[in-house]
């Protein structure tokens, strides 16, 4: 620990913010904010500017990856902290006015940062963080709850059990996530399979446009809020609450862990599994994590089966038996709980923990991470898993993530939301390496790993194009290009049908209605793509 502080402390003696209070759009930007943004404590408790003591301990509440807080990486003029929604409203209007980029950071789990830094460090930009907007109203009565943007996974999960057990929400295992990005980018979890995606259980969201605005679903129209689930939100503004669907949970739902290694038929139950899980009860959900153990003083590569099934453990024997009788489950892998203990299941691998734990938003960063994503069509031949999963034993090796899809994403249209990745895909692939040692040998040999099993996959996995999970986001896809301050359409197909196939286009013409000056940009925002009223109005009318 002592070395992990040392090391950031480090950063930002060796980091300078590229400013000089004396410019003057930068002081007329902060004249602006302080017009325009009320608190009853003042504004130091939602500005931060780096003359500010806490400004650095802020700016890494919610950074979770080392791989960008480094003496190359530009940090933002200002952070602002908005305690209500006129405080979005008021950053938005006033960056605009003065010149200056925003980002957007509700739980900072953007894999390659995106929501508090920019790549090429060419623009002065500030960072909205939404930390404080978490407040959550769950109605009961009508099975529905409003959840503010800053809010994570766990604390909605949280909130949802404190006022009944007849309802969860299918979302993400990882209760740090950000509710504002994780909607944004689909959002999938352990009841896609019966559910869909979070974004398949939005029913209205409220949005602050280029303008300024606060728009509902009715006021931003069928197109906006069509582009916003699924779409990436703050290609089009920066979501500040969604109205979402609860999803009923039975009283009692099953967990269970069946590890294999290879001498125990781990390569011929993946082999297997690939056909076999997206067929599966719409109710039961397996997914596999490879990854590298030691065993007998050697490694090995172990195939983790991690399932939950929403009913009591006798009916999951049955199915199990009938449907995947060679994974050998049996009564005593079966771990009966409610819902929200099978949420802290996923998240800790343990539910003999307080579901308070799910409050916990994270500290600093403490690790490095990479990832990449696939999505899979055919079954993987078996030959071919056994040449990609012993990559698994190399020195540097990270894991692999199988996650499986078919039941209710079958039964969704891939233009229902930009999430096109439905019917036909067998399952998602999750590619993640993770390390804390500080050198530049480590980071080079990881990210070499990672690239190279990418490679190695490529005749296996979906092809024109292959595709990509944004929510997953990788850099390596491509990146947008400024041609004269707008980001190039051409440019942003490369990236941009990976992650949304056929509805990248729809998106662009969205985004070219709501934002044609392209205000809200990132790396791998959509770009606009400027055409008649009367082409954008066919493409949602048809």
């Known amino acids: 620990m ?32 302080y017009n325009n943004i009320q608190s009853s404590e003042g504004n130091s408790d939602i500005l931060y500017t780096p003359s500010n003591s806490n400004y650095t301990s802020f700016y890494l509440s919610s950074i979770r990856n080392l791989r960008f807080v480094n003496s190359a990486t530009t940090k933002p003029l ?11 409203q008021a ?24 929501s508090y830094r920019e790549v090429d460090n060419s623009r002065q930009f500030v960072i909205v963080d939404l930390a404080n907007l978490r407040e959550i109203d769950v109605d009961v009565t009508r099975g529905t709850a409003w959840v503010q943007a800053g809010a994570t996974l766990g604390e909605l999960y949280y909130k949802i059990s404190i006022k009944t057990n007849l309802y969860g929400f299918p979302a993400g295992i990882c209760p740090t996530v950000g509710i504002g990005g994780h909607i944004s980018g689909g959002g999938f979890g352990t009841m896609l399979r019966k559910y869909g995606l979070a ?26 809020f069509w582009a916003m689930r699924g779409g990436g939100g703050t290609s089009y503004g920066i979501v500040v609450s969604w109205k979402v669907k609860l999803v009923p949970v039975p009283p009692i739902v099953t967990v269970f862990t069946i590890n294999r ?38 490694r090995q590569v172990q195939a983790g ?14 199915l199990m038996e009938t449907d995947f009788p060679e994974l050998g489950m049996r009564r005593q892998y079966c771990k009966e709980m409610s819902w929200i203990e099978s949420a802290l299941y996923f998240a800790f691998y343990t539910s003999d923990i307080s579901k308070e734990a799910l409050l ?37 090796a990270g894991v692999i993530i199988m996650d499986p899809y078919g039941a209710k994403m079958d039964n969704i249209s891939e233009t229902a939301t930009p999430f096109p990745h439905r019917k036909g895909n067998l399952y998602n692939i999750q590619y993640f390496t993770e390390w804390t040692q500080h050198d530049t040998t480590t980071y080079e040999e990881r990210m070499r790993w990672i690239r190279n099993i990418y490679d190695e996959m490529e005749p296996y996995v979906s092809t024109n194009p292959r595709a990509a999970y944004i929510n997953y986001r990788d850099l390596d896809l491509g990146i947008n290009e400024l041609v004269d301050g707008i980001s190039s359409y051409e440019k942003g ?27 809200f940009w990132n790396e791998q925002s959509v770009p606009p793509l400027f055409a008649g009223d009367t082409l954008l109005s066919f493409y949602f009318d048809a």
């Open 2 to 33: 002592a070395k992990e502080i040392t090391f950031l402390i480090l950063f930002f003696l060796s980091c300078s913010v590229h400013i000089s209070l004396a410019n003057q759009n930068y002081q007329s930007f902060l004249h602006c904010l």
């Open 78 to 88: 200002l952070i602002i902290a908005p305690t209500n929604v006129s405080h979005v």
């Open 91 to 114: 950053s938005v209007v006033c960056a605009r006015e003065n010149g200056f980029s925003i980002r957007v950071r509700s739980g900072g789990h953007d894999y390659e940062g995106l």
């Open 199 to 224: 974004s398949d259980n939005v029913l209205d969201a409220l949005l602050v446009d280029s303008n300024g605005d606060l728009l509902h679903k009715d006021s931003m129209g069928e197109d906006l």
């Open 261 to 298: 290694v290879m001498k125990e038929g781990a390569i011929d139950l993946m082999s297997k599994w690939q056909s076999i899980a997206p067929r599966l009860h719409e109710d039961l959900l397996i997914r596999i994590v490879a990854q590298q153990i030691y065993e007998g003083g050697e």
């Open 305 to 318: 089966f991690n399932a939950l099934f929403l009913g009591e453990c006798v009916q999951l024997v049955e």
């Open 360 to 396: 916990d938003r994270g500290t600093e960063p403490y690790r490095y991470f990479k990832a990449k994503s696939d999505f899979v069509k055919e079954p993987i031949p078996k030959s071919a898993l056994e040449k990609v999963l012993s990559l698994i034993l190399d020195d540097n």
């Open 493 to 519: 197909r490369i990236w941009g049908e990976k992650y949304f196939k056929g509805n990248f286009e729809k998106l662009a013409l969205v985004k070219a209605r709501v934002d044609p000056s392209d205000f």
